[in-house]
C-alpha cells in the first residue's frame, strides 16, 4: 500500500512539473535551387531554427570545385534568368558586407560552401542574425537563396565580388 501510495504522488509530482516546460517545436523553411545564368547548378536547403541560431543543411550539385558565394537575397522572386530579381544582400540592419561570423555583415552573408571534384557542397552549419519567420524583421521565408559563380571574399561592399548568380531557390515555409 505504502509504495503505491509513493508511486502515485512521484507520478503526480512528475507530471506537475512537466506542465511548465512548453514542447519545443521545431521550426524550418526550404528552398529548392533551380539552375540560373546557364548554369546546371541545383540543390535542396533547410534552415531549421535552434534558439538563437538557424541551421542550414542540404546539398547542392553541378558547380566547379572550389568555394562559391552563398547568400540570402533580399527578394523571393527567382523569375529573372541570372536571378537579377532577387534584388542584394538580405540586409535589414544597413550593414556593410563581410562573412558569416563577423561582427559587421548583412544578415543574408552565408560566406562561401565549398564543392568538391565532383561538383557537389554538402551543407551544415549555423549562424546567427537570421530567424525561420516570416514576420521578424531578420526573417528568412519569402526571400530567396543564391548560390554565385565565384568565391566570396568575404569583404567587399555589397556583394563581396562573388560574380554572377548560377542557382536560385525563394525560402518557403
Do not use: W
Not at 531554427?49 to 542540404?58: A, E
Amino acid at each position: 500500500m505504502k509504495k503505491s501510495v509513493i508511486g502515485v504522488a512521484c507520478g503526480a509530482l512528475l507530471a506537475a512539473g512537466c506542465a511548465g516546460v512548453e514542447e519545443q517545436k521545431e521550426v524550418s523553411a526550404v528552398a529548392l535551387l533551380q539552375p540560373r545564368s546557364g548554369s546546371t547548378v541545383s540543390g535542396n536547403i533547410k534552415f531549421t531554427q535552434i534558439g538563437d541560431v538557424v541551421r542550414v543543411t542540404g546539398e547542392i550539385t553541378g558547380h566547379t570545385k572550389g568555394p562559391k558565394g552563398f547568400h540570402i537575397h533580399e527578394k523571393g522572386d527567382c523569375s529573372d534568368d541570372k536571378a537579377m530579381s532577387t534584388g542584394g544582400h538580405f540586409n535589414p540592419g544597413k550593414s556593410k558586407h563581410g562573412g558569416p561570423y563577423d561582427p559587421v555583415k548583412h544578415a543574408g552573408d552565408l560566406g562561401n560552401i565549398v564543392f568538391n571534384a565532383d561538383g557537389i557542397a554538402k551543407v551544415n552549419f549555423t549562424v546567427g542574425d537570421i530567424a525561420v519567420s516570416k514576420d521578424a524583421p531578420n526573417g528568412i521565408i519569402g526571400r530567396a537563396v543564391i548560390v554565385h559563380a565565384t568565391n566570396d571574399d568575404l569583404k567587399t561592399d555589397p556583394t563581396g565580388n562573388a560574380g554572377g548568380r548560377v542557382a536560385c531557390g525563394v525560402i518557403t515555409g
